[in-house]
């Protein structure tokens, strides 16, 4: 084979044209956690929530719900899915959590998916209100109604519509995520 004469060092625009391509590609990533529009609706119309959002879980799952590293993404397009996506440690450095895994088996029948899923408000209220806040010492230690309120703020900042009044025990099985 000969070589082929059109091959030239790269120039510095087109370096520069090739480092633009790639940097738009990086600003066009998918934004994880919830929308601005739906934080503050969330905000809005579930303050309590809010406040106890910020003081019981955003410090692992981020004030949008986006995870800040080994907690997962709570809130925003894809989290919550009705049964959890591939366990994949490379592309979610959450799924190789040890915690996150013990607490995934704790509900898992011989050969079910990962955890339970979250169909409704009463599956995710049945799941928080048990396994939060972390650490385990913690888990479970809210009272009832502190739980309903982040509940409640949790779905609107997902984008899901309350039922008028909120989701209250007497109607989360009715509320679908």
Request: charged share 20%; net charge positive.
């Amino acid at each position: 084979m000969y070589p082929r004469a059109d091959r030239r060092p790269l120039s510095s625009t087109r370096v520069l044209l090739f480092a633009i391509v790639q940097l738009a590609g990086a600003c066009a990533a998918r934004q994880h956690g919830a929308t601005l529009e739906n934080m503050a609706k969330a905000q809005s119309l579930a303050p309590a929530g809010s406040e106890l959002f910020k003081a019981n879980c955003a410090g692992c799952h981020g004030q949008r719900g986006e995870s800040l590293g080994r907690a997962p993404r709570i809130l925003g397009r894809g989290a919550l899915p009705e049964f959890p996506p591939e366990q994949n440690i490379n592309a979610d450095p959450a799924a190789g959590d040890p915690e996150l895994l013990r607490l995934r088996a704790q509900t898992r029948p011989q050969g079910a998916p990962w955890r339970d899923p979250f169909r409704t408000a009463d599956d995710l209220y049945r799941f928080v209100s048990k396994n939060m806040p972390q650490p385990q010492e913690k888990a479970g230690s809210l009272k009832p109604d502190e739980y309903w309120a982040i509940i409640n703020f949790m779905l609107v900042a997902h984008g899901v519509a309350l039922p008028p009044g909120g989701v209250t025990p007497d109607n989360a099985s009715a509320v679908k995520l």
